[in-house]
């Protein structure tokens, strides 16, 4: 296998990777992994690497295809499924997945609060990951903070959104951007996922764009949900 086959990112998240081995993941027995926002597959590559059964569910068809050609033909896995859904409604209308590791990294940001909030409740109503009978999963999130650049760049909505018309720089221009605190993310991870023995990480990073410094800030949670 080759590096430069793949298609699309090379490699998974920097920082899920740290929690990956910092909580013993790759010696998890049975298991199995869901992604909401798996992108050409790049975080899940990881957990296959471990013979993890890999679900992802990713909106953009390119993305999709790129995932389902990187694991048949490149990295050639062999316990996976993709989705090109919107993780909206997969979570809506998929049940009993009972995935012992939930991942959503990057994605909240392009949705407002009210559908995250959902997207929580139904993953916990539908059994999307386990949990009861002494049973927990393994949990992490990635979050855009108000700290970012994007944050108000642009006009704001009546749900505490907006949509970055001024956003020149980041290739998200007129997309719709929520930002959080790290308070209400914990505060909806507890009440409706169940969040606990969890940590909280900053993570920012300066980058040049059109000779323009843009600072990127993500919010980082990962612990234990039941």
Known sequence: MFIKEIKGFKYPDMELVRWFFKNKLNDLKDGKVLEFASHNGNNLSLFANYDYECIGVELSELHYQNAQYNFN?????KKFQFFNDNMLNFAK???DIC????LIPNVINFITREEFKNLLKNSRDNHLYKYGGGYFSFFFLR?????????KLGYTLENGSFILDKDEFSGEKNCLCTCYQEYELVEYLKKYLNLYDFEVISSENINMKNQVCIKDSDIIIYGKIC
């Open 73 to 77: 033909h490149v990295l050639k896995y």
């Open 99 to 102: 995935a012992n590791v939930f």
């Open 93 to 95: 209308n998929f049940k």
């Open 143 to 151: 979050a855009r903070s108000i700290r970012d650049h994007r944050y």
